[in-house]
């Protein structure tokens, strides 16, 4: 069920309504919108009493039913966008962000130099693997806290936040020690427990979608984190696994209005890993700020050639460059600043 608040109401009111609700047996989630606050109160509906009687509380606007399964990322349970505050950057508010970086932290000369070059560009988020996830054994596998440590370092050169990927429950503190943001990838995109793991350190949670992963699946994967107290979540569109071979996955950019109707979590979207060739990266740009995404994640390298991982899908550092350029009037006719 889905508690609407009425406005101005005190800290007491509020408290009182939390108290019914949890003796009524079901467990409120708080979501704090500009204008209004929204319980989300998860529990079985045929065991415990009915939650309308909440109307009786004068503080209490209204008592909705959730008929989603993904009760609190839904946009039932929030009508109004979320925003995602990383620093002093909001991701889904007015301003388009674009998050770019390595795929791979290999030295401080290769993520410091790409790190200002984005940075310079207009990138407000720095990416950069730390602890990767090859589907060979034999391949890189990240410097693991050493690559934490240098994107600590080029945050505090270039201002920029950080957003790396959390492969292991057991990491979880000490990625969250280093990161503004931990991104769940494709494989790991439900693996329940990690979700809950990343939830719990209270840091942001980029979640991308599965390799062959349905949307409702996607965005019931997503409840986990608001579930678990963390409402700073986004979902990241990645590209699915297709009989197309001509791209390394096909990037479904019908997700962003799917995401924007069906649930208020902002949507990021990555051409780098959707297409796997840097030569149709800015085309995915360009349409994805068209369709109402709220943010890119961009690979770029100083020397694509030379990369321990994926370098045929990372921008140069002039390449990106120009992008940014070249974003701009898709970035306005969007409305976004």
């Excluded at 009493?49 to 004068?58: K, R, S, V, W």
């Excluded at 349970?77 to 979320?82: I, L, T």
Aim: aromatic content about 4%; glycine content about 8%; proline content about 5%.
């Amino acid at each position: 069920m889905i508690i609407v608040l009425r406005p101005k109401i005190s800290k007491k009111d509020e408290a009182l309504v939390l108290k019914e609700i949890r003796r009524l047996g079901y467990k409120p989630h708080i979501m704090r919108g500009v204008a209004r606050t929204v319980i989300g109160a998860i529990g079985d509906e045929r065991t415990h009493h009915t939650l309308e009687t909440l109307t009786a509380f004068p503080q209490v606007e209204s008592v909705m039913p959730v008929q989603k399964r993904f009760k609190l990322v839904s946009r039932e349970a929030h009508p109004h966008n979320s925003t995602v505050k990383v620093q002093d950057q909001l991701i889904g508010g007015q301003k388009f962000q674009v998050m770019a970086g390595p795929c791979s932290v290999e030295s401080e000369k290769q993520l410091l130099a790409t790190a200002h070059a984005v940075a310079e560009a207009g990138a407000t988020v720095l990416r950069g693997g730390a602890f990767k996830p090859r589907t060979s054994p034999y391949e890189f596998q990240g410097l693991g806290e050493k690559g934490l440590k240098l994107l600590a370092k080029a945050r505090k050169e270039t201002g920029l936040a950080v957003i790396t990927e959390l492969l292991s429950e057991n990491h979880a503190d000490m990625v969250a020690e280093y990161a503004d943001i931990l991104q769940i990838g494709a494989r790991n995109a439900q693996n329940f427990q990690l979700l809950i793991a990343a939830a719990k350190t209270g840091k942001p949670v980029m979640l991308k979608r599965g390799l062959s992963m349905k949307v409702e699946e996607w965005l019931l994967a997503g409840e986990y984190v608001l579930a678990n107290e963390n409402p700073n979540l986004m979902f990241c569109e990645r590209g699915i696994r297709t009989f197309e071979t001509y791209t390394r996955n096909t990037l479904d950019l019908s997700t962003i209005p799917i995401i924007k109707k069906e649930s208020h979590c902002p949507i990021v979207i990555d051409p780098s890993q959707g297409a796997g060739r840097a030569d149709l990266v800015v085309a995915m740009c360009k349409g994805a700020v068209a369709m109402g995404a709220d943010a890119l994640l961009i690979e770029v390298h100083p020397n694509p050639a030379e990369a321990l991982s994926d370098g045929a899908q990372q921008l140069t550092l002039e390449g990106f460059r120009k992008l940014m350029v070249e974003l701009k009037p898709f970035i306005a006719a969007a409305g976004r600043e």
